[in-house]
């Protein structure tokens, strides 16, 4: 399964599997404009390579504005795990980046991609962040986890 996998996230062109990339480590679902703020490509190149991946049946629109999303978790996960430390790590602090700069970042996925990217210290103000979010919102057991990994300065179990 994993090598008929490979084999069909290998058809897209070089640049195209560079995307293709960055969307998983942005996560299983991903929109136009972050992927683009990651990649820094010209629009039209981008969209190109959106049509390639929902082409090859790699991913799919949502529906919503301009979200897409991986057509099967394992083909967003070969992707991702099929890059080499450093990649992944440049890649999560791209997305990290680029979260950074939004009005509406979200504290708890900021701080996953700097923790995934090897930025810990980074990450805690974050992790703090989304631990009283989720504490002010009734969800304790969200707001420890935070708190742990604050404390651990390790990235959570499952991806984003």
């Known amino acids: 399964m994993l090598e008929a996998v490979r ?10 599997q560079e995307s293709l990339a960055a969307a998983a480590a942005i996560g299983q679902l991903f929109s136009f404009d972050l992927l683009r703020a ?3 490509l010209p629009q039209a ?3 190109g390579h959106l049509r390639e ?3 090859h049946q790699l991913v799919t629109e949502t529906g919503e504005d301009d ?14 795990d099929d890059l ?5 790590k440049q890649l999560h ?4 980046a680029a979260i950074a700069e939004r009005p509406d970042a979200v504290p708890s996925l900021l701080a996953h991609h700097l923790l995934s ?9 974050h992790l703090l962040e989304a631990a009283a979010r989720a504490y002010r919102t009734d969800a304790p057991r969200e707001a420890i986890a935070h708190y742990e990994r604050a404390r651990q300065g390790t990235p959570p179990d499952s991806d984003a």
């Open 117 to 125: 990217g090897g930025r810990a210290q980074e990450a805690v103000p």
């Open 67 to 80: 979200a897409y999303r991986f057509r099967h978790a394992l083909t967003r996960e070969v992707v991702h």
């Open 93 to 96: 602090q791209a997305v990290a």
């Open 45 to 47: 190149e981008l969209l």
């Open 84 to 88: 080499l430390v450093p990649e992944r």
């Open 53 to 55: 991946f929902i082409e």
């Open 7 to 16: 084999a069909r996230v290998e058809r897209p062109t070089p640049g195209a």
């Open 38 to 40: 990651v990649r820094a």
